[in-house]
């Protein structure tokens, strides 16, 4: 950015930020002012963050890894993309992963948006939130990204004819991280096996007990033997066997993956819990060497398992043969089946006459092609901190190892002679992205430092880095220099153990196996979670054609990106302007020094005091009124501030971040179409190319200093702006009142409505800074004037100026004209519809306020001025008051307080020596004068009782006004003039009509109110209320108030109220209101023996809370038996099929609904608010018919039973049995066998098939003695 040598600012970059200003301020109010952080020039290019959408640093981990895995980047930018054959831009993932990857890239600025991708997973905002595992979600991203690949093959095939088509690239970006994995299982007894190749994304390690990574690949190649009832049955031997499950390693990928399983369940606290043992990992993982050294110990494990198994079936084979005829026994002590020595053949063991099944020949358990040689590089490291219920994820990476080629595209350093020289590695925490300390080695040791978790990160934190994996000669090294002699002790260990493992081919770091079992620790700690590998051997070399020098992206993805780089340089550009400008609201006209009533507003200015009565209402916008548009401002500038709103993005756009023309974010397409602005073009003045002035409003750079920035206000106040009246010399200008010293500016209170702190202090000689001053966007200031030859009055911010205003209604309503009893009619219309119209005066209270007589006095003593001093300074003040005759208030929100010392409340502070501070009473505040007789003065507690300025105040602040809507068409013939709904299928109802209240109204009052502009005919009792359109509360209660009640305030008894203030909605439904103890319930019909648990409305009733269940039943069997009599006439008259006849009494049970399905059976006896304490209105219950008459009463129990059919080995659906608490199992099994019609022969059966059915059933007596049936249909289920 262009700047002159006093830090003034180019013409062009103002005119630029004028353009840009509304694009700059959206994308600061969206992304803060990180939006405009940019990438260092120097490192590595891949520096990029990902900005966190809420919970989403599982996905930002994950896509920095993957995006640092160069074989899948580069496949992912080969791939192409169609929206005839891709769809919409918006929700084709791989696209957008396309898109942010060459952001990563390529973007200039310091971190990326995730939420076009995120949005492409068809997430909303609310996902953003939820926590996920970053190893789910590689798996859902591959799934993705294989779908669109098998719809591009498929096409593909259809195109190419009988030639064979090529691959996707996405297909290929997907097999760059998918290895394969032979899972194996092998009978111990004859070496039958049974294998099956499956593809893996990830390697799951063990880390509990493993300490190393080699030792925890070995773990995942060891030899599982399967015994006792978890036998294999070999198709072989045709019997259950000891086997071995085994699973190698068959195909290694490019990229490599090992999720490390850090999470578990605890037994103890049986919840979820983080393993925190210490894991160390490569730098180079010889993953050949590994699986070979691991399948050789496998093989001899295999082989002793098997000579085991087969030892113990001779000796099993030998014991039947040579004994008497025995039963048999089971293959193993744990079970199993088993083998008869009448099968023995001619074999080694035929001597002793039996013969074990022949041994098959096994396959040599090598290494299989794909793996044998590979070595792999650490390429990135997730790691995970907190706990198992939740955490954080970050990454780190190797820039070095994803973009090795040229540095001509800026993404990696070059060294002395041309060579490349490697960069260190880089954390990627979301938005930050920093370059860590020191060389690739170096960096590499905080890593590990970082990632390795357990004792030895706590150890690693103390500064002993040899027990983080340090290369073994360097450690003890450092360990004897750093640590002493426990440090040098851990660095000879590692070292030690460095070299077995280079021994072993582990390579790179060393891997310090424990010397005991490690004990799983439990923390929060940060640890790996995601080891990134790639591949680094000669058949790394072997790359598709399709991404030969595959380092960009695809052109049309480049040239956006280009774009958006071009635009937010002009927005950064811009927002550079921003931040080196001040945006000031000058306030016009000035003060006068050392006037007290300056420090209100001014004295006898109705607005600024009105704007100090705003204030107290919280209106900002009406603090400070519009000063006027003076002379002297340059047409260039007022032009450019016009066209500055015109220039940003449009309402429908503003909260959107991504558009399918890739642009990440509106406010870049903003600045693509902003235009080059030439300095002659800005109005042609120097000083117009430095701040920006429309009427009051001055942009002024933050180099100047005080007193340019007092040269600057006066000059854009015009040269027609008379200094006369502030310093008290005709004929001066403005400016030339500042040069004589005679004007300093202060910073002006909008809220208050008064001046305050001097800019540059009171003893400012202009010299200051004005990025000294705090001054933020949007300060107001003001000018303050004094005469030559006085001294300028010091500010005292404890100083208690206050503004006073004279309560005189009748002066006020004669000046505006309105007729004395003004106030105690009505308006008409709606507002005064009913028997009690509500008052609505013509003109608002702050109106008549600002028509009244007016002052301003300074109470002494600042921050101990007192009620006393408050009531001498008003009869001292040109209002005249006595102090006898004086009763004072301060507005507070929505109430009025005293504040004269006669006052119960003020008396409780001390009277006359209260303090005002206590009281709320701040500097710039106003108080109302109210002239009453001495003797009310004294009277402390009439506080409201008489009429005056506390009777208006309350009269205004109690009328509210309520929205409702216009209700759908009556179902019935409604009478003439009644208003409803139009469309009364809207989604949303028009809550357009109004009505006017007071909140001392009663409900049954505002429903006369409605019932009046809803039609003359109209009764209150035809319709009811409620709060909203969702809601199903009825407003039951028609004695309630409509606001809060205050009666407690005057001394009479409180009644509660429903708390609607002003504007405040109700909506309005036809039906008659409930009464208090009144719900209205929906009964909806169930049938248990559908498959698919469905309900169907049956009717609505309201119903009483203290009713019983039976007469609740006895209610809606009448509201049934009248339905069908209205069914059964209409079918009659369309001559269709009769309606089922409603069920008797008996027949009809009623049960509480949850979400889906039907809950707890209501008994009899219950009242129904026990039974259900959430009954309200809409609560639903569910209702079932009955096969069978049922009586539920207190003394039953409700028992679910469910058959056992030994067939199939299936359970029947839960049957419900009802029978008497006391009765004995005896009677249950009666009950049972009656349900089931379990026959005699059917027991015999069962107790001859081994009573698989168990013995509940096989002995059940013919009939019970006691008890009564459930009267259920069979195979009723329905489990709550």
């Given at each position: 950015m262009a700047a002159s040598e006093d830090g003034s600012i180019a013409p062009a970059d103002l005119s630029l930020y004028r353009q840009l200003r509304e694009a700059v301020e959206s994308a600061v109010r969206k992304n803060g002012s990180q939006f405009f952080a940019g990438r260092p020039e120097a490192g590595p290019a891949s520096l990029g963050g990902l900005l966190n959408q809420g919970a989403t640093c599982y996905l930002n981990s994950l896509v920095q890894a993957l995006f640092h895995s160069r074989p899948f980047r580069q496949l992912v930018y080969a791939w192409c993309y169609d929206e005839s054959v891709h769809g919409a831009a918006e929700a084709c993932i791989?696209?957008?992963?396309?898109?942010?990857?060459?952001?990563?890239?390529?973007?200039?600025?310091?971190?990326?948006?995730?939420?076009?991708?995120?949005?492409?997973?068809?997430?909303?905002?609310?996902?953003?939130?939820?926590?996920?595992d970053a190893q789910e979600l590689l798996h859902l991203l591959v799934d993705a990204l294989d779908t669109t690949a098998d719809g591009d093959e498929r096409r593909a095939k259809q195109d190419s004819g009988p030639c064979a088509p090529e691959p996707s690239p996405l297909r290929l970006a997907c097999d760059a991280l998918r290895g394969k994995v032979l899972d194996r299982l092998q009978c111990c007894v004859c070496g039958h096996s049974r294998s099956r190749e499956d593809p893996y994304l990830d390697v799951?390690?063990?880390?509990?007990?493993?300490?190393?990574?080699?030792?925890a690949v070995r773990r995942f190649h060891g030899a599982e033997l399967l015994t006792g009832g978890d036998q294999w049955h070999c198709d072989s031997c045709g019997k259950r066997?000891?086997?071995?499950?085994?699973?190698?390693?068959?195909?290694?990928?490019?990229?490599?993956?090992?999720?490390?399983?850090?999470?578990?369940?605890?037994?103890?606290?049986?919840?979820?819990?983080?393993?925190?043992?210490?894991?160390?990992?490569?730098?180079?993982?010889?993953?050949?060497?590994?699986?070979?050294?691991?399948?050789?110990?496998?093989?001899?494990e295999v082989e002793s398992a098997t000579a085991a198994a087969r030892e113990r079936l001779r000796q099993r084979l030998e014991a039947q043969a040579a004994g008497p005829s025995t039963p048999d026994t089971p293959d193993t002590p744990d079970g199993g089946a088993v083998d008869s020595p009448v099968a023995a053949a001619d074999g080694d063991d035929a001597a002793a006459g039996v013969q074990l099944p022949a041994l098959h020949p096994t396959a040599d358990e090598a290494v299989a092609a794909g793996v044998a040689g590979a070595r792999y590089r650490l390429s990135s490291v997730l790691i995970h901190t907190g706990t198992a219920m939740g955490g954080h994820y970050f990454a780190y990476a190797r820039p070095g190892e994803a973009f090795p080629f040229a540095a001509a595209h800026g993404l990696c350093a070059e060294a002395e002679g041309g060579d490349r020289a490697e960069a260190g590695w880089v954390e990627l925490n979301d938005a930050g992205a920093r370059l860590l300390a020191g060389d690739a080695a170096l960096s590499l040791r905080r890593v590990m430092q970082a990632a390795v978790g357990g004792a030895a990160a706590g150890d690693a934190a103390a500064g002993d880095a040899s027990s983080v994996g340090m290369v073994a000669g360097e450690a003890a090294v450092e360990a004897s220099e750093e640590g002493g002699d426990a440090a040098a002790d851990a660095g000879a260990a590692a070292a030690d153990a460095g070299a077995a493992a280079a021994d072993s081919g582990a390579g790179g770091v060393a891997q310090a196996a424990p010397a005991a079992k490690p004990k799983p620790s439990v923390g929060v700690e940060g640890n790996a979670y995601l080891l990134v590998y790639a591949r680094c051997d000669d058949a790394s070399d072997a790359a598709?054609?399709?991404?030969?020098?595959?380092?960009?992206?695809?052109?049309?993805?480049?040239?956006?990106?280009?774009?958006?780089?071009?635009?937010?340089?002009?927005?950064?550009?811009?927002?550079?302007?921003?931040?080196?400008?001040?945006?000031?609201?000058?306030?016009?006209?000035?003060?006068?020094?050392?006037?007290?009533?300056?420090?209100?507003?001014?004295?006898?200015?109705?607005?600024?005091?009105?704007?100090?009565?705003?204030?107290?209402?919280?209106?900002?916008?009406?603090?400070?009124?519009?000063?006027?548009?003076?002379?002297?401002?340059?047409?260039?500038?007022?032009?450019?501030?016009?066209?500055?709103?015109?220039?940003?993005?449009?309402?429908?756009?503003?909260?959107?971040?991504?558009?399918?023309?890739?642009?990440?974010?509106?406010?870049?397409?903003?600045?693509?179409?902003?235009?080059?602005?030439?300095?002659?073009?800005?109005?042609?003045?120097?000083?117009?190319?430095?701040?920006?002035?429309?009427?009051?409003?001055?942009?002024?750079?933050?180099?100047?200093?005080?007193?340019?920035l007092l040269r600057e206000v006066c000059r854009a106040l015009g040269p027609d702006a008379d200094a006369a009246a502030f310093v008290g010399r005709p004929g001066v200008s403005l400016a030339e009142a500042a040069e004589l010293g005679l004007l300093r500016l202060r910073r002006w209170d909008a809220v208050g409505g008064r001046p305050t702190a001097v800019i540059g202090g009171d003893a400012s000689d202009g010299t200051a800074a004005v990025s000294s001053l705090g001054l933020g966007a949007g300060s107001h200031v003001c000018l303050e004037g004094r005469r030559e030859g006085e001294e300028w009055v010091p500010y005292d911010p404890q100083a208690m100026v206050l503004a006073l205003v004279r309560w005189d209604p009748d002066a006020a309503d004669a000046a505006l004209g309105v007729a004395g009893d003004a106030e105690d009619s009505g308006a008409g219309g709606a507002g005064c519809a009913g028997d009690t119209p509500v008052a609505t005066p013509a003109f608002t209270l702050e109106e008549r306020l600002s028509l009244m007589s007016k002052d301003t006095v300074l109470v002494p003593g600042g921050a101990a001025a007192t009620c006393g001093g408050l009531s001498a300074a008003v009869a001292s003040s040109e209002l005249g008051v006595p102090v006898s005759m004086q009763r004072l208030w301060a507005i507070d929100g929505d109430s009025?307080?005293?504040?004269?010392?006669?006052?119960?409340?003020?008396?409780?502070?001390?009277?006359?020596?209260?303090?005002?501070?206590?009281?709320?009473?701040?500097?710039?505040?106003?108080?109302?004068?109210?002239?009453?007789?001495?003797?009310?003065?004294?009277?402390?507690?009439?506080?409201?009782?008489?009429?005056?300025?506390?009777?208006?105040?309350?009269?205004?602040?109690?009328?509210?006004?309520?929205?409702?809507?216009?209700?759908?068409?009556?179902?019935?013939?409604?009478?003439?003039?009644?208003?409803?709904?139009?469309?009364?299928?809207?989604?949303?109802?028009?809550?357009?009509?109004?009505?006017?209240?007071?909140?001392?109204?009663?409900?049954?009052?505002?429903?006369?109110?409605?019932?009046?502009?809803?039609?003359?005919?109209?009764?209150?009792?035809?319709?009811?209320?409620?709060?909203?359109?969702?809601?199903?509360?009825?407003?039951?209660?028609?004695?309630?108030?409509?606001?809060?009640?205050?009666?407690?305030?005057?001394?009479?008894?409180?009644?509660?109220?429903?708390?609607?203030?002003?504007?405040?909605?109700?909506?309005?439904?036809?039906?008659?209101?409930?009464?208090?103890?009144?719900?209205?319930?929906?009964?909806?019909?169930?049938?248990?023996?559908?498959?698919?648990?469905?309900?169907?409305?049956?009717?609505?009733?309201?119903?009483?809370?203290?009713?019983?269940?039976?007469?609740?039943?006895?209610?809606?069997?009448?509201?049934?038996?009248?339905?069908?009599?209205?069914?059964?006439?209409?079918?009659?008259?369309?001559?269709?099929?009769?309606?089922?006849?409603?069920?008797?009494?008996?027949?009809?049970?009623?049960?509480?609904?949850?979400?889906?399905?039907?809950?707890?059976?209501?008994?009899?006896?219950?009242?129904?608010?026990?039974?259900?304490?959430?009954?309200?209105?809409?609560?639903?219950?569910?209702?079932?018919?009955?096969?069978?008459?049922?009586?539920v009463s207190a003394g039953d129990l409700v028992v679910e039973c469910r058959r056992w059919n030994p067939a199939t080995f299936k359970l029947s659906p839960v049957t419900e049995l009802v029978l008497d608490k006391h009765a004995t199992l005896r009677d249950l099994r009666?009950?049972?066998?009656?349900?089931?019609?379990?026959?005699?022969?059917?027991?015999?059966?069962?107790?001859?098939?081994?009573?698989?059915?168990?013995?509940?059933?096989?002995?059940?007596?013919?009939?019970?003695?006691?008890?009564?049936?459930?009267?259920?249909?069979?195979?009723?289920?329905?489990?709550p």
């Open positions: 791989p696209l957008q992963l396309q898109r942010l990857f060459a952001r990563l890239q390529l973007s200039k600025r310091a971190a990326t948006s995730t939420k076009a991708l995120t949005r492409s997973f068809g997430w909303t905002a609310a996902d953003s939130f939820q926590q996920h799951e390690l063990e880390v509990s007990g493993s300490g190393t990574a080699e030792a066997r000891d086997a071995v499950k085994s699973m190698t390693l068959s195909a290694a990928p490019p990229v490599l993956m090992l999720h490390l399983k850090r999470f578990g369940f605890d037994m103890a606290t049986m919840r979820r819990a983080k393993l925190m043992d210490s894991f160390l990992f490569p730098a180079e993982l010889r993953l050949g060497d590994i699986v070979a050294g691991a399948l050789a110990e496998r093989a001899s598709p054609a399709a991404v030969q020098g595959r380092e960009l992206p695809p052109d049309e993805v480049l040239k956006e990106v280009e774009a958006e780089n071009a635009a937010w340089e002009r927005l950064k550009r811009a927002f550079d302007v921003r931040t080196r400008l001040c945006r000031l609201q000058v306030r016009w006209p000035p003060v006068r020094n050392g006037d007290v009533a300056a420090a209100c507003g001014g004295r006898g200015q109705a607005a600024p005091v009105g704007a100090a009565g705003a204030g107290a209402r919280g209106d900002d916008s009406a603090a400070v009124s519009s000063p006027p548009r003076l002379g002297g401002v340059a047409s260039g500038e007022a032009a450019a501030d016009d066209g500055a709103a015109a220039s940003g993005p449009p309402k429908d756009e503003a909260d959107e971040d991504t558009n399918a023309s890739g642009v990440e974010v509106p406010e870049l397409e903003t600045a693509m179409r902003a235009t080059s602005v030439s300095p002659a073009a800005d109005g042609g003045e120097a000083r117009s190319a430095e701040a920006a002035v429309s009427g009051a409003v001055l942009e002024a750079p933050v180099s100047w200093t005080t007193g340019r009025a307080r005293r504040l004269d010392p006669a006052c119960d409340d003020v008396r409780a502070f001390g009277g006359d020596a209260a303090s005002l501070w206590d009281l709320g009473l701040a500097p710039g505040a106003r108080v109302i004068v109210e002239v009453v007789a001495p003797a009310e003065a004294t009277d402390g507690a009439a506080a409201g009782r008489q009429a005056g300025f506390k009777a208006a105040f309350d009269a205004e602040r109690s009328v509210i006004e309520i929205q409702f809507n216009l209700p759908s068409k009556p179902s019935e013939a409604a009478p003439e003039g009644v208003r409803w709904a139009a469309d009364s299928t809207a989604m949303a109802p028009d809550f357009s009509e109004r009505v006017l209240a007071t909140k001392q109204d009663t409900l049954a009052e505002l429903k006369r109110r409605i019932a009046a502009v809803l039609g003359p005919e109209v009764d209150p009792e035809d319709f009811h209320l409620a709060r909203s359109a969702r809601s199903r509360e009825q407003l039951k209660d028609g004695r309630l108030l409509l606001g809060d009640s205050q009666r407690a305030q005057r001394g009479l008894p409180p009644r509660p109220g429903l708390g609607l203030v002003n504007g405040s909605v109700v909506h309005v439904r036809w039906g008659r209101q409930l009464r208090a103890d009144e719900h209205m319930v929906s009964f909806l019909s169930f049938d248990p023996s559908q498959a698919k648990r469905s309900f169907a409305p049956l009717c609505s009733l309201p119903v009483c809370q203290d009713a019983t269940v039976a007469s609740v039943k006895r209610l809606l069997r009448d509201a049934l038996v009248q339905q069908h009599a209205d069914l059964a006439k209409a079918a009659r008259d369309a001559a269709a099929e009769a309606p089922k006849a409603p069920p008797a009494l008996s027949r009809l049970r009623l049960r509480d609904k949850t979400r889906t399905e039907a809950g707890k059976i209501l008994r009899d006896s219950q009242r129904l608010g026990s039974a259900l304490p959430r009954l309200g209105d809409g609560y639903e219950i569910a209702v079932q018919r009955l096969a069978e008459p049922e009586t009666g009950i049972v066998a009656r349900k089931f019609r379990v026959t005699a022969a059917a027991k015999a059966a069962a107790a001859g098939a081994g009573s698989r059915e168990g013995p509940g059933l096989a002995d059940t007596p013919s009939a019970a003695s006691t008890g009564a049936d459930s009267a259920l249909p069979e195979g009723s289920p329905g489990r």
